[in-house]
């Protein structure tokens, strides 16, 4: 047992940092965690989970429409933005209290409180001293605000969870996961929307077809897309704000949301006082093992360069626990194929390389894809179309990027990601027997490349 008033001593009470704290108290360390804001970070609190009780809620607008193709009468449906809050709220706090469990049931001794570096191997914890021979920095990241004149009246995420009044109209600044999100929600819950992305096509980073295909289904929807349009003032006025862009034009509207990246949460920990380095971006720098440059200053998720996602920030966490506890020193995190989704509507999901990517890698590629009605639309009526591509490296045959948009897509690739994970060739897709009728058998039948 070292001298030092613990182990491990983890800082951050979110996906990342709670995942690692209770597996390493689960190996026998002694560990310490700080957490000042709220159990669960921002996956539990103010992303994925209320992003997706809220996607849920807007789901309904849908299926009350589409019901009546199936010969339901129609509902004239009217929405309550207070109990769906209320009830987020509910479950917010259930999940908040299971964090503090998970770690009071570890063993993990918590702290309720922000904690900073007074040097390499003691923090400040709400004013307490504590010492530690290995730390964890799990602080992940926060909503980037804009810095146009007027920046301060828009919403960031955070922001809109909580929001008072649910809003008539909304305007949204940028293209990526968030944007596009909250532009299904809003929407669906029956706000008029307006998307503003500086870019050509929204989901820049996702393969080639997603972007122009998701954009033509939202504004099939009724979202209203401007693209290579930004942004440049806000006004605050009697009735909401007034935005003008880029373009020249102006707009009216309710309420004005902006998602354009996140920054790592770094300030309030004192990184410069100890000497632990970050990138331009301010994000934590580590090698292969998550150390800084202090080997025993570790730091994983959002607060690194990673993929900010929640699942890579649990994974991360855990197999740092486990190498540094259990001696299990050849775990390591497969970043190869990792499964994404975008919660949009309707929803698409991503795994692998994007057909761009495999090209700019110079590997000879085939592409399948297809592009149908689903069945549920040919008696809901629905104006709404699945994209499904493949991308398989000519060389081993081996399928290396899968790319869809469409109902339950999310669902779907998990399974493809599996099967990806574990090297499957197109060949094997092609020998796997299909699910009818269902749109995911469609992975399993694309036969000719195009
Ligand atoms: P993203 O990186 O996904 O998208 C940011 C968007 O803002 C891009 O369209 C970008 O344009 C645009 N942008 C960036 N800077 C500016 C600027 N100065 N002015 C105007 N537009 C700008 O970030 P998000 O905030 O949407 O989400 C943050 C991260 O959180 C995601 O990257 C993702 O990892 C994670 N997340 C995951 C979710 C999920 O798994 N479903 C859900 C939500 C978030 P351009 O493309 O041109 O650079």
Request: glycine share 10%; charged share 25%.
């Amino acid at each position: 047992m070292s001298d030092y008033d613990f182990d491990y001593f983890v800082i951050g009470g979110g996906s990342g940092g709670v995942r690692s704290a209770r597996i390493a108290a689960g190996h026998g360390a002694r560990v310490g965690l700080a957490e000042g804001k709220y159990y669960g970070g921002t996956c539990v609190n103010v992303g994925c989970v209320p992003k997706k009780l809220f996607t849920y809620a807007a789901d309904f607008s849908h299926a009350f429409e589409d019901a009546q193709g199936f010969g339901w009468d129609a509902v004239h449906p009217a929405f309550d933005w207070n109990i769906l809050l209320k009830n987020k709220n509910t479950e917010i706090a259930r999940l908040n209290d299971i964090y503090k469990n998970l770690l009071d049931n570890a063993g993990v001794k918590r702290f309720d409180d922000y904690a900073s570096l007074i040097d390499p191997h003691t923090l400040d914890v709400g004013g307490q001293k504590i010492t530690a021979e290995k730390i964890l920095i799990a602080t992940g990241g926060t909503p980037r605000r804009p810095d146009f004149d007027g920046a301060e009246h828009v919403h960031i995420s955070d922001e809109a969870f909580y929001l008072k009044d649910f809003p008539k109209s909304v305007v949204i600044q940028g293209g990526g996961y968030i944007a596009v999100e909250f532009a299904r929600i809003f929407h669906g819950l029956g706000a008029d929307v307006t998307l503003l992305y500086r870019g050509k096509y929204i989901l820049k980073h996702f393969d080639q077809d997603i972007g122009p295909f998701l954009q033509n289904e939202m504004t099939k929807q009724g979202i209203t897309i401007l693209t290579e349009t930004d942004i440049t003032k806000i006004e605050k006025t009697e009735k909401g704000y007034s935005v003008d862009l880029t373009n020249g034009e102006t707009l009216k509207t309710g309420l004005v949301f902006s998602a354009i990246g996140r920054t790592p949460n770094t300030e309030s920990l004192a990184l410069e006082q100890a000497g632990v380095k970050t990138d331009k971006a301010g994000r934590i720098t580590v090698n292969e093992n998550y150390q800084t440059n202090f080997d025993h200053i570790y730091a994983v998720g959002d607060v690194t360069p990673t993929a900010q996602l929640t699942p890579v920030a649990l994974a991360e966490g855990h197999v740092l626990a486990d190498r540094l506890f259990n001696k299990q020193k050849d775990r390591a995190v497969d970043y190869t194929y990792i499964p994404t989704a975008v919660f949009s509507s309707p929803p698409c999901a991503t795994t692998g390389l994007t057909e761009q990517q495999a090209r700019e890698k110079g590997l000879e590629i085939e592409v399948y894809k297809t592009d149908f009605k689903p069945m549920i639309h040919t008696l809901s009526g629905r104006d709404e179309r699945t994209l499904m591509k493949l991308i398989v490296n000519k060389a081993d045959n081996k399928v290396i990027g899968a790319h869809m948009i469409g109902k339950d897509v999310p669902e779907m690739m998990q399974g493809v990601a599996v099967a990806m994970n574990a090297g499957a060739t197109k060949a094997d897709f092609d020998r796997t027997i299909g699910i009818h009728p269902t749109s995911a058998e469609e992975f399993v039948t694309m036969r000719s490349a195009v």
